[in-house]
């Protein structure tokens, strides 16, 4: 993040920082519609949501299976809601995810 936060800085127009959390969808739409105030329509989103608690199953309770899944699941879920709501450009919705 400090990485993105310093490119933008010194002038490069490439590279731009949005926070928002995919898991509340009004987060989501002030984030795409300002990236589609700043540059325009959007063709592609991919959603490679992450969240890392590693245990061995017999050590996995409910709370933390929630805090992996949420970003995955209701952040795939908010971005279609959102990108059929905003995002009229758009080619291509991918989704990532991984379970080890």
Known sequence: MN???RQ?????????YIQADV??????RTAIHQ???LYGGIENIIHTAAV???????????ASFDRVL???????WNLHI????L?????????????R
Request: aromatic residues 6%; negative net charge.
């Open 8 to 16: 933008q800085t010194e002038g490069n127009d490439r590279c731009s």
């Open 35 to 37: 990236i589609q105030c």
């Open 52 to 62: 890392i608690e590693d245990a061995t199953i017999p050590n996995v309770d409910f």
């Open 87 to 99: 995002c009229t450009s758009l080619k291509t919705f991918v989704l990532l995810s991984s379970i």
């Open 3 to 5: 990485e993105l936060k």
């Open 70 to 76: 949420d970003p995955k699941a209701r952040g795939a």
């Open 23 to 28: 898991c509340y969808i009004e987060s989501l």
């Open 82 to 85: 959102v990108s059929q709501e």
